[in-house]
């Protein structure tokens, strides 16, 4: 089964976001500096969300992310 990665960048709004598996259920959790993750009602970790990127030094948008990212099978 093939495992489905987005990448959206909002240049207006300043706003990139990955999103594991698509389009499952979930809400954000506040990580502190404008980045936040996407988990599930069990904490499945479904994405990421940044806000204010391009404004970031390059330096700063090397982020690292405070999780190890386990690809889930989507259900249809």
């Known amino acids: 089964m093939a495992e489905n990665m987005m990448v959206w960048f909002d240049k207006e709004g ?3 976001e990955f999103s594991l598996n698509g389009k499952r259920k979930g809400f954000f959790k506040d990580l502190g500096n404008d ?3 996407r988990v599930d009602s069990k904490g499945n970790i479904l ?3 940044i806000f204010n990127f391009s404004k970031r030094s390059l330096k700063e948008r090397k982020i690292k992310l405070p ?3 386990k690809l889930m099978p989507v259900s249809t």
Do not use: M, P, S, W
């Open 14 to 16: 300043d706003y990139l």
């Open 47 to 49: 994405g990421f969300a």
């Open 35 to 37: 980045i936040y993750e």
């Open 67 to 69: 999780a190890k990212l």
